[in-house]
């Protein structure tokens, strides 16, 4: 059987990584890389592993390499702080391993709640993530946000559902949707892109029809109209910011 690492990159996660860690007394080896936490967060993770290192912020996809360059095993399971694995989960990857992977990479699907709210539509579930992989043949793309693994082509898909608690309430989803597309921006520019009129003010309206309507964000009730309208927003100030200021 092939053994499993986990990773984890960390920042201020005091009020999450525990719950995480305890979803993952099942593994063979733990590795978190953290940000210059100034809460509790390290001193939590080293309560579970001695594998806690200290890294300056390079973007996510490098910092999710750095984490994995750590590891002594050659399949690894990237894991956010704010996740857990599922028994159901656990057990499903194990039999994978087990039985010998016949991928390079899995997705996983993900039941993300915003509070205590499991958000069913609008594109939100399964929301499948590649996150399970052999390190020899796969990596993380390194750039600053929506970082992926690649190659992922022929990749294979597991049944059982991460549990992603990605949001406190809308507050915590409006500042982190407005660091995120900042960040977009950045990268984006820094390739010399600048988005044209289309991007701006044609993306938006689509996106909402297609997550409120298409992806039937409307069966969520207030919360779906939240989700659809601020993922428009999300997506004109991604664009928007690579425009020349006037």
């Known amino acids: 059987m092939e053994k499993l690492s986990v990773t984890i990159i960390t920042k201020n996660e005091e009020k999450n990584i525990g719950r995480c860690l305890e979803s993952l007394k099942w593994v063979d080896e733990i590795v978190v890389v953290d940000t210059e936490s100034s809460d509790r967060t390290v001193e939590i993770c080293k309560q579970y592993t001695d594998q806690v290192f200290s890294e300056t912020w390079h973007g996510y996809g490098k910092q999710k390499n750095i984490c994995a360059s750590h590891t002594r095993n050659r399949w690894v399971l990237n894991i956010d702080s704010d996740e857990v694995v599922t028994p159901e989960s656990a057990e499903e990857i194990q039999k994978v391993l087990r039985e010998g992977p016949q991928h390079s990479v899995y997705h996983l699907p993900r039941k993300n ?21 052999d390190k020899e043949k796969v990596a993380f793309s390194e750039t600053q946000v929506h970082e992926r693994l690649t190659p992922d082509e022929n990749a294979g898909t597991l049944i059982n559902a991460l549990v992603h608690y990605s949001y406190l309430d809308e507050e915590d989803y409006i500042q982190r949707q407005d660091r995120y597309s900042t960040l977009y921006a950045k990268e984006k520019m820094a390739t010399g892109f600048r988005a044209n009129w289309t991007h701006v003010y044609l993306r938006p309206p689509f996106i909402f029809f297609k997550n409120y309507v298409l992806r039937q964000g409307v069966r969520d009730g207030f919360l779906g109209l939240f989700l659809a309208k601020n993922a428009a927003i999300y997506t004109h100030q991604k664009y928007l910011k690579t425009r020349p200021s006037k």
């Open 113 to 133: 709640y915003f509070g205590d709210y499991w958000v069913r539509f609008g594109g939100w579930y399964p929301d499948r993530i590649l996150r399970l992989y």
